[in-house]
């Protein structure tokens, strides 16, 4: 997006680290689901 055109508010939206974020939370809930199944240690997922 043009910077001009741009809102603060969907730059923050848009932003490498929004993008990020979202994918990190995604991680932690796949680890979470696979810690819950036994396919990974349990404390792995407090470190």
Do not use: F, Q
Request: charged share 35%; aromatic share 8%.
């Amino acid at each position: 997006m043009i910077d001009r055109y741009r809102r603060p508010e969907m730059a923050r939206i848009w932003s490498r680290e929004a993008r990020y974020e979202a994918w990190l939370r995604v991680e932690l809930a796949v680890c979470e689901v696979h810690g819950r199944r036994g396919l990974i240690p349990a404390d792995a997922l407090g470190r």
